[in-house]
T-cell receptor
Framework: AQSVTQPDIHITVSEGASLELRCNYS??????LFWYVQSPGQGLQLLLK??????LVQGIKGFEAEFKRSQSSFNLRKPSVHWSDAAEYFC??????????FGKGTHLIIQP | EPEVTQTPSHQVTQMGQEVILRCVPI?????FYWYRQILGQKVEFLVS????????KSEIFDDQFSVERPDGSNFTLKIRSTKLEDSAMYFC?????????????FGNGTRLTVT
């Protein structure tokens, strides 16, 4: 069975600083990987996705993620965070009829 | 940009009552899903629906749950006899293409509170 691990429950970053959110997956073959963001009271918005090809994928809002098969990781990065980036971030794998497997999420706090 | 809409945004019900959560997926999408997020926990897959029938369901989706696409636009989740532990945020999602290649579009969710 697939599993997704986000080791950091909370991350605090100063505005303007760089960000990296960690995600590790467990899956035999190359997984389909996603990052979603959830602002308070909102649904899940897709930031980016990886299916195949270039291991560095660009997403919306200035985010990018890098797929590293050797580390079973798909970490999310942003070079300079803005206060509006404060939200819950979910890594997910899979898709198709049996749905996505989500990590527990990382709560991002932005310090002024 | 088209979006998935869910109503109501918040539903309070008493234990044992039936609830119906409503979703209007994106109009040309073919695959529909319900997910659940208990407060402080991860988002969990409940069920997928395609061609007017359930494709897959998780262990959470027991006999108390049912889904329906009654009129070609709405996609509903019914909980027949709610329990306290059904309190959660329920997200509807729809998907346009086949398989994993098309991303899921999520609604803003319905917060269900069972008292």
């Amino acid at each position: 069975a697939q599993s997704v691990t986000q080791p950091d429950i909370h991350i605090t970053v100063s505005e303007g600083a760089s960000l990296e959110l960690r995600c590790n997956y467990s899956y035999g073959a190359t997984p389909y990987l996603f990052w979603y963001v959830q602002s308070p009271g909102q649904g899940l918005q897709l930031l980016l996705k990886y299916f195949s090809g270039d291991t560095l994928v660009q997403g919306i809002k200035g985010f990018e993620a890098e797929f590293k098969r050797s580390q079973s990781s798909f970490n999310l990065r942003k070079p300079s965070v803005h206060w509006s980036d404060a939200a819950e971030y979910f890594c997910a794998s899979g898709g198709g009829a049996d749905g996505l497997t989500f990590g527990k999420g990382t709560h991002l706090i932005i310090q002024p | 940009e088209p979006e998935v809409t869910q109503t109501p945004s918040h539903q309070v019900t008493q234990m044992g009552q039936e609830v119906i959560l409503r979703c209007v997926p994106i109009s040309n999408h073919l695959y529909f899903y319900w997910y659940r997020q208990i407060l402080g926990q991860k988002v969990e897959f409940l069920v997928s629906f395609y061609n007017n029938e359930i494709s897959e369901k998780s262990e959470i989706f027991d006999d108390q749950f049912s889904v329906e696409r009654p009129d070609g636009s709405n996609f509903t989740l019914k909980i027949r006899s709610t329990k306290l532990e059904d309190s959660a945020m329920y997200f509807c999602a729809s998907q346009g293409g086949t398989g994993e290649s098309s991303p899921l579009h999520f609604g803003n969710g319905t917060r269900l509170t069972v008292t």
